[in-house]
């Protein structure tokens, strides 16, 4: 979640651009989970040892992700998709291969079967909110 940081300007300015499908379905989790994860592997090791799971706290398609975005500054935010050759001049070959990757295959976590064992993981929007959006 705190990747958004880097699209702030953008996103304040009323934008977020980027290559993927409006309705492409992007996995987000907040730094504080993944050491919320982490404490409790070293708290509870005889539970965790060998054990690896994927991890996510929300699940959103990128026009839902510009309608947080709207709900949480209080101003419009839409979702832009700009074409692939453009998004790999701006942004290189490494961004655009993760955002192809996300767009054809992308995260497949159960979020919701996550969140009912783990009810402390972070929505995007209260992400948003703690966070001064």
Request: aromatic share 14%; proline share 3%; charged share 30%.
């Amino acid at each position: 979640m705190e990747n958004w940081e880097y699209s702030r300007v953008h996103i304040e300015n009323g934008i977020i651009y980027g290559p993927l499908s409006p309705e492409t379905r992007h996995q987000h989790i907040a730094v504080k989970d993944i050491g919320r994860f982490a404490a409790e592997a070293f708290d509870n090791p005889a539970e965790w040892l060998g054990v690896s799971i994927d991890i996510a706290g929300d699940d959103h398609t990128q026009l839902e992700i510009a309608g947080i975005f709207s709900r949480v500054t209080g101003r419009e935010v839409k979702y832009v998709q700009v074409p692939w050759d453009e998004y790999e001049e701006q942004q290189g070959e490494e961004m655009t291969i993760m955002e192809k990757w996300f767009e054809n295959v992308g995260y497949s976590v159960d979020v919701e079967a996550l969140r009912s064992k783990y009810d402390w993981l972070y929505f995007l929007e209260q992400y948003l909110v703690e966070n001064d959006w």
